[in-house]
């Protein structure tokens, strides 16, 4: 099985144990303001920045790096590239048919892109 389709990685999901020295750092040293927020704005569950960056707030979390919680991936054919991750041996998480697990343990979120937004992504050349 052959997938043509394109992809791009759209967000990295991050657990961290302060959210709020998070959401500071993106917005105010690389200018990455948030976008979208979970729960109370004042104790937010998570939060999503424009840049591509979501902070998943896990206070008992005790390492010194941030840990990644999962990759969300923008496809132009979702039903193609859920069926072509299958098939390469990553298997469905309980988060839903669209939640991947990899074989080493990195989790996806495959997500439907809308229109020709992949082929606009991927045309960036932030170099």
Not at 5 to 28: G, L, M, T
Not at 76 to 98: C, F, M, W, Y
């Amino acid at each position: 099985m052959t997938y043509t389709k394109r992809s791009y990685v759209e967000h990295a999901a991050i657990r961290v144990r302060d959210i709020d020295w998070h959401i500071r750092f993106f917005r105010e040293a690389l200018g990455m303001t948030v976008r979208e927020v979970d729960g109370d704005p004042a104790q937010p569950k998570q939060v999503w920045t424009v840049g591509g960056v979501q902070l998943i707030h896990d206070p008992s979390f005790a390492g010194p790096e941030g840990r990644l919680g999962h990759l969300g991936v923008f496809t132009e054919d979702q039903e193609a590239a859920l069926a072509a991750a299958l098939a390469h041996g990553a298997t469905a998480t309980a988060h839903g048919r669209n939640w991947l697990a990899l074989p080493d343990g990195l989790v996806l979120e495959i997500m439907q892109a809308k229109n020709d937004a992949v082929e606009r992504a991927l045309a960036v050349n932030p170099r």
